[in-house]
């Protein structure tokens, strides 16, 4: 698939000029992974409300390594949140079209993360976590994840079915457009197994320090409003 260029937006074509829609930012650590992902899913995905169309904004497709840890993406994205909020407010949108300001990251070996988390709780910024990374949620469309991997992202991506490369980072891959029915690599599956793996952990563990985790189902559910893929 023909990744976009010099783009801000992602997934399907806008819709007509003038139809409203709803429109969602999202601030991602990855400059490749999650906006790949993105791309991909919001081309395959089935929609909870067609009659509502969702337009993804990279919000911070060209920020440096360094504004792309968790706190900094958080304020940056409680910042966007409140403008939004205002504008929302100023033109009288409803509710079906209010617009939503997400984050993705991981906790990898970042400081800060707890109050990164706690911010946007408390803002109202949606966050989709992973622990250790981001590859915990691709294995899942593969299979369940047992044991833990502390701070070890390769240690998850060497769990994938195939080479965690660059060359590679479709994430659920054209694999996804051409999966027999019997194989269970979808959306559902890969959620049904990631509510099972976050059971595991305890409601007094942190949502930081839960290991592993993930819960980037919210943000596809929620966030892009796609229910299947």
């Given at each position: 698939?023909?990744?976009?260029?010099?783009?801000?937006?992602?997934?399907?074509?806008?819709?007509?000029r003038?139809?409203?829609?709803?429109?969602?930012h999202?601030?991602?650590?990855?400059?490749?992974?999650?906006?790949?992902?993105?791309?991909?899913?919001?081309?395959?995905?089935?929609?909870?409300?067609?009659?509502?169309?969702?337009?993804?904004?990279?919000?911070?497709?060209?920020?440096?390594?360094?504004?792309?840890?968790?706190?900094?993406?958080?304020?940056?994205?409680?910042?966007?949140?409140r403008?939004?909020?205002?504008?929302?407010?100023r033109?009288?949108?409803?509710k079906?079209?209010?617009?939503?300001?997400?984050?993705?990251?991981?906790?990898?070996?970042?400081?800060?993360?707890?109050?990164?988390?706690k911010?946007?709780?408390?803002?109202?910024?949606?966050?989709?976590?992973s622990?250790?990374?981001?590859?915990?949620w691709?294995?899942?469309h593969?299979?369940?994840?047992?044991?833990?991997?502390?701070?070890?992202c390769?240690?998850?991506?060497?769990?994938?079915?195939?080479?965690?490369?660059?060359?590679?980072?479709?994430?659920?891959?054209?694999?996804?457009?051409?999966?027999?029915?019997?194989?269970?690599?979808g959306?559902?599956?890969?959620?049904?197994?990631?509510?099972?793996?976050?059971?595991?952990?305890?409601?007094?563990?942190?949502?930081?320090?839960?290991?592993?985790y993930?819960?980037?189902?919210?943000?596809?559910?929620s966030?892009?409003?796609i229910?299947?893929?």
């Amino acid at each position: 698939m023909a990744r976009s260029r010099g783009r801000d937006s992602l997934g399907p074509a806008k819709p007509p000029r003038g139809q409203r829609r709803r429109i969602v930012h999202v601030f991602t650590e990855g400059s490749v992974t999650e906006p790949g992902y993105i791309e991909i899913v919001r081309t395959i995905g089935t929609y909870r409300d067609p009659s509502v169309p969702v337009e993804v904004r990279i919000a911070n497709q060209k920020a440096p390594a360094s504004h792309r840890k968790p706190l900094k993406l958080v304020e940056e994205a409680v910042r966007l949140m409140r403008a939004e909020t205002r504008k929302a407010k100023r033109s009288g949108l409803g509710k079906a079209y209010q617009p939503q300001v997400w984050c993705m990251f991981d906790r990898d070996q970042h400081e800060g993360v707890e109050a990164a988390l706690k911010l946007a709780d408390e803002e109202g910024v949606g966050v989709a976590f992973s622990h250790p990374c981001f590859e915990v949620w691709r294995v899942l469309h593969y299979k369940a994840v047992t044991g833990t991997f502390s701070t070890n992202c390769e240690m998850a991506a060497d769990r994938l079915p195939f080479a965690a490369t660059t060359a590679n980072i479709k994430v659920v891959e054209q694999d996804q457009l051409s999966r027999k029915p019997n194989e269970n690599r979808g959306f559902l599956e890969a959620k049904k197994r990631a509510l099972k793996m976050n059971a595991a952990h305890g409601d007094h563990v942190p949502k930081s320090l839960r290991d592993p985790y993930t819960d980037v189902f919210t943000f596809v559910e929620s966030g892009l409003g796609i229910v299947a893929y």
